[in-house]
């Protein structure tokens, strides 16, 4: 990773030039694609490796396709630096091409974003992002994790498969346990009631446990990564976790100062929680509930929160990214990257609408 770090950073100078030239697509493959995945480890003069695909008579054919012992693993759509990559036409037509292929993944990338597609998720075009990442934003672990994912010896492991299938798995049991609650037939009140006879030693009537079921708010850790702990698992049961170890032990002061910030700010607006420390994120706690959680960074915060995108208003949602259905850390539907006290102002209001949703509800 360190290699292909120096490149990005070497590289990241340049790209504003780059896009007032509006340089072209090859210019774009030349300079940023080829080198990024040079350094995963793809060699581009091995034609067993990574081959051109030549544009078919509907142009629907991806850039290049990365191949595994004879077996392509996965296409890319390479685009012009300025390209924005949103064109759902192009995205559902590259998609289709690689289920058509049986390649389980699509990579869209303009050489600064990339967008990585699996061709198993419900929906079609852009429902089937599986992650992305631009070069240009800080990489924080769990981007580091996901680029880690496409190098080739990763690939070939079918590390990034595996990633992709929890996801697909998971989002569909959380939808799926939804749906028995939100919608429970007669043997889902039985199975209960029978669970709760053995514990209070009496059941509930069948209409009162549907309209308990109703307001019932799932929530299933949707942490697909790979184990955080390489160590022994008694190691794994002496390692206690801590506030600061989520800002390099307070090294990166100034996102540390504004995640401090942040929690006085949620206090003395009356909201009681406790603050748990995992590896990987601080999870806010109140009656056993997670409604909240936040990864440090080194300048900012990013921040999940236990909210759907239909409980936000039209306005919060220029704010928050939906990732319900995208690989991230966290318990949280909706993802929001705080910066500065400034953000203080939107942020605020939603976490206290997840406390309400999920706490006080």
């Known amino acids: 990773m360190e290699d292909l770090m120096n490149f990005i950073n070497k590289i990241k100078s340049k790209i504003p030039d780059f896009k007032n030239k509006n340089i072209n697509e090859a210019q774009t493959k030349e300079w940023l694609i080829k080198p990024f ?15 051109p695909e030549d544009d078919d008579s509907t142009g629907k054919r991806p850039d290049y396709c990365f191949y595994i012992n004879e077996k392509a693993k996965l296409l890319m759509e390479a685009k012009q630096i300025n390209n924005s990559l949103d064109d759902n036409k192009m995205i559902t037509e590259k998609i289709n091409y690689c289920s058509n292929a049986q390649v389980p993944f699509l990579i869209i990338t303009n050489g600064v974003l990339y967008r990585v597609y699996y061709s198993e998720l419900k929906g079609s075009g852009k429902d089937k992002l599986l992650q992305e990442f631009s070069i240009i934003e800080e990489f924080d672990e769990e981007t580091e994790e996901i680029i880690d994912k496409l190098r080739k010896s990763n690939v070939e492991q079918d590390k990034l498969l595996s990633y992709a299938k929890n996801i697909f798995i998971l989002t569909n049991i ?6 028995l609650f939100q919608f429970p037939n007669k043997k889902i009140i039985n199975i209960i009631n029978e669970k709760l006879k053995e514990i209070l030693g009496h059941k509930f009537g069948n209409d009162e446990i549907e309209e308990s079921l ?8 949707t942490d697909v990564h790979e184990p955080p702990y390489d160590s022994s698992d008694d190691d794994k049961q002496k390692h206690t976790w801590t506030i600061e170890y989520q800002f390099k032990d307070k090294k990166w ?3 540390y100062n504004l995640y401090k910030k942040l929690v006085k700010k949620l206090k003395e607006s009356d909201l009681s929680f406790e603050e748990n ?13 997670n409604f909240c959680q936040i990864h440090g960074q080194k300048s900012g915060l990013k921040i999940w929160i236990n909210l759907e995108m239909t409980d936000l208003s039209e306005q919060e949602t220029l704010k928050i990214r939906d990732v319900a259905s995208i690989g991230h850390w966290g318990t949280g539907n909706t993802e929001a990257v705080v910066n500065n006290e400034s953000d203080f102002d939107w942020i605020l209001p939603l976490i206290k609408k997840s406390y309400n949703k999920n706490v006080t509800n």
């Open 37 to 51: 995945f040079e350094l995963l480890g793809w060699d581009f003069s091995n034609p067993d490796e990574v081959v």
């Open 174 to 179: 959380k939808k799926t346990i939804e749906s």
């Open 214 to 221: 109703h307001q019932l708010n799932i929530q299933i850790n």
């Open 253 to 255: 002061d100034s996102s």
């Open 277 to 289: 420390p995992t590896k990987i994120y601080i999870g806010f706690i109140s009656s056993n509930i």
